[in-house]
């Protein structure tokens, strides 16, 4: 029984964890986060360095940084590494419109 248990609670966090990551993804691709916002986390999700978005798109890393705390709060990453793990655990890339 104590297997069955544990297989039982593994299926159950992979649900979880998927939900959460279908949900993030909606978050990221819907009007509720800015164009800008998405293409920044489109940068994140290749690897783009933040300075390097930031001279692509002549603004200041700090302009940066206010994107970046804004596309933490509407999808409820607590830090950048959180952040980027969720945009690594989609399975497609983000579109930008």
């Not at 002549?58 to 302009?63: D, E, G, I, R």
């Amino acid at each position: 029984m104590n297997g069955e248990a544990n297989r039982a609670r593994k299926r159950q966090n992979r649900a979880i964890i998927v939900a959460d990551v279908r949900r993030f993804a909606h978050v990221i691709n819907t009007d509720g986060v800015l164009g800008t916002h998405t293409s920044l986390a489109q940068a994140l999700q290749t690897g783009v360095p933040l300075g390097d978005y930031a001279q692509a798109r002549a603004v200041s890393l700090n302009t940066v940084y206010t994107h970046l705390r804004g596309i933490k709060e509407k999808t409820g990453c607590h830090s950048m590494g959180e952040l980027i793990r969720k945009l690594n655990d989609l399975q497609i890339p983000l579109r930008i419109d």
